[in-house]
């Protein structure tokens, strides 16, 4: 049985490297690269399995990159189910800055898809039997997938009793939030477009957040606040995770690592405190690894205590 099915519909081959100093004009001799599985579903799959989840990663893929997508994803021992498409998965580039620690991220758009490409990938999940425990939809949706996509795909996951857990941006997301989701990872950024309001501290965050419970939009709503931590509102309650310090690589994957030991805890049946003490210790975690190497167990399990929730 599949407990975890992550969708990703906009994967991409992930490629890192670094370069002493960022200018322009000259040609910036680089490391050599390193190329990691890539898009927000297939780097959920990555961490649920590596936490010890069942997990099938579905996406769509095509031409050489998609191939070696598929490949890095095998080397990992990650389960997948590739939806084969007539365009070429996207690469994205990542650059660090050596002489100063910052990143660069460039991310070049997706293939356009057919109609019959991503209606395919929502009959793949309407097929897979039985039914995963929890169905993960994260990343960007590439040129030809309607912003409905979403939507449509909480309506078959409704119909067979599968929660859905959403990490989106832009349209796709308040389209699927009409449906209404079991559990959502807005930005802070993406809070305030859904808002409308600029959402300056802690009581707006908590009280925003309370109104998509209220409303249906979500039965659990976790808000990444970057250093400032992350915040959880359910029905009745509202923590506060302060973020932990520690030694930043990489912010690439955070956000899906959060996601993916957040699921995991919760398809092992743990509460949604002791869940969300995982996903912030799985974000924090992956701070520690370059390019989307994403979170490793060890680190994970050693910052988990160090995480601490306060009520609002």
């Known amino acids: 049985m599949t407990g975890i099915l992550t969708l990703t519909m906009n994967p991409a081959l992930d490629v890192a490297t670094s370069t002493e100093l960022v200018t322009n004009t000259h040609k910036l001799r680089c490391s050599a690269p390193r190329r990691f599985p890539g898009g927000g579903g297939i780097n959920v799959a990555r961490v649920a399995q590596r936490l ?8 769509p893929a095509g031409g050489a990159p998609g191939q070696q997508l598929r490949q890095l994803l095998e080397l990992e021992q990650v389960r997948s189910s590739c939806v084969e498409i007539g365009g070429e998965t996207r690469e994205s580039f990542s650059v660090t800055e050596s002489a100063s620690g910052r990143e660069f991220r460039f991310v070049l758009p997706g293939p356009t898809l057919l109609p019959q490409e991503w209606q395919a990938c929502l009959d793949r999940v309407a097929a897979h039997e039985p039914a995963p425990h929890y169905l993960v939809a994260s990343g960007s949706l590439p040129p030809g997938v309607p912003t409905d996509f979403y939507a449509r795909l909480v309506r078959l996951a409704r119909a067979r ?12 997301l308040a389209e699927a ?5 079991y559990l959502v990872k807005p930005s802070l950024r993406e809070l305030r477009e859904l808002s409308a309001g600029p959402l300056t501290d802690e009581a707006q965050w908590r009280d925003a957040t309370q109104r998509m419970v209220a409303t249906g939009q979500a039965q659990v709503v976790v808000l990444s606040l970057g250093d400032q931590g992350a915040l959880l509102a359910a029905s009745g309650t509202s923590w506060h995770a302060p973020a932990l310090r520690v ?6 994957g955070a956000g899906d690592s959060f ?3 957040m699921v995991w805890a919760l398809n092992r049946q743990a509460g949604l405190a002791e869940a969300f003490r995982y996903g912030v210790a799985a974000g924090s975690a992956a701070l520690l690894s370059a390019g989307t190497g994403l979170c490793s167990q060890a680190d994970v399990e050693r910052l988990y205590p160090e995480v601490h929730l306060n009520f609002l």
């Open 161 to 172: 009793g599968i929660p859905v857990v959403l990490d989106t941006s832009g349209p796709a």
């Open 259 to 261: 996601v993916g030991a």
């Open 247 to 252: 030694p930043v690589l990489s912010a690439t």
């Open 177 to 181: 939030l009409n449906e209404g989701v």
């Open 52 to 59: 010890g989840a069942d997990c099938l990663a579905l996406y």
